[in-house]
């Protein structure tokens, strides 16, 4: 069965830091470009960042760059979101997707 199980949401204050993982289970997850979308409440879909199959490559969102990193571990099936400086606007809650597969996402909030 394919399966994406996110982890690592929580509640941080601005300026702190999160590290979100995405395991990958039922597929090849090295074979796929992996993503990551967030929604706020009350609003659509924002793509956040995307890395390729290898890891080599990385885009991000004009609204994130230069604060929040993603990387990838294809030996061990797993996403990873790292976040720093976070911000108010970046309470959502965070979904990976890899390939047509969408995890059940994870609460990020920030709030003093």
């Known amino acids: 069965e394919v399966q994406l199980v996110e982890s690592g949401g929580g509640l941080v204050q601005p300026g702190g830091s999160l590290r979100l993982s995405c395991g990958a289970y039922?597929?090849?997850?090295?074979?796929?470009?992996s993503t990551w979308v967030r929604q706020a409440a009350g609003k659509g879909p924002e793509w956040v960042s995307a890395?390729?199959?290898?890891?080599?490559?990385?885009y991000y969102a004009d609204s994130v760059k230069g604060r929040f990193t993603i990387s990838r571990d294809n030996a061990k099936n797993t996403l990873f979101l790292q976040m720093t400086s976070l911000k108010h606007e970046d309470t959502a809650v965070y979904y990976c997707?890899?390939?047509?597969?969408w995890g059940q996402g994870t609460q990020v909030t920030v709030s003093s």
């Open positions: 890395i390729d199959s290898s890891g080599n490559v990385t």
């Open positions: 997707k890899v390939s047509t597969a």
């Open positions: 039922g597929f090849n997850f090295g074979d796929h470009r």
